[in-house]
């Protein structure tokens, strides 16, 4: 079991940035692929950002188009916490933020195949 806790979330002027943290509990952090989801008031969850789990030295990252450029993901095993920082943002960006893990360290973000998720961290964009 893998237990998530957003946090980082709050209120930004476009152009803004923040950094989001999803704190995971469980021994092998390191194993799960992680991703980043977002869903905005009266659409459905999207893919944002997913970094693969780190077996070896390569963790590879994968990123929606529409934040590419402008948002990084990237995670601290020690710590067992995933990150995403948020450059440049819009207030299109304005969403309900969610961590989610996978067992297979190769998970690309298919939303379907996440087996855990955080609460949610609320980002507000104001233009």
């Known amino acids: 079991q893998v237990q998530l806790v957003e946090s980082g979330g709050g209120l930004v002027q476009a152009g803004g940035s923040l950094r989001l943290s999803c704190a995971a509990s469980?021994?092998?952090?390191?194993?799960?692929?992680m991703g980043w989801f977002r869903q905005a008031p009266g659409k459905e969850r999207e893919f944002v950002a997913t970094?693969?789990?780190?077996?070896?030295?390569?963790?590879?990252?994968r990123y929606a188009e529409f934040v590419k450029g402008r948002f990084t993901i990237s995670r601290d095993n020690a710590k067992n916490t995933v990150f995403l920082q948020m450059n440049s943002l819009k207030p299109e960006d304005t969403a309900v933020y969610y961590c989610?893990?996978?067992?297979?360290?190769?998970?690309?973000?298919?939303?379907?195949?996440?087996?855990?998720w955080g609460q949610g961290t609320q980002v507000t964009v104001s233009s």
């Open positions: 989610a893990a996978a067992s297979d360290s190769r998970w690309s973000g298919d939303l379907r195949s996440a087996e855990f």
């Open positions: 469980g021994r092998t952090f390191n194993n799960y692929a």
């Open positions: 970094i693969t789990g780190s077996y070896g030295s390569f963790e590879y990252t």
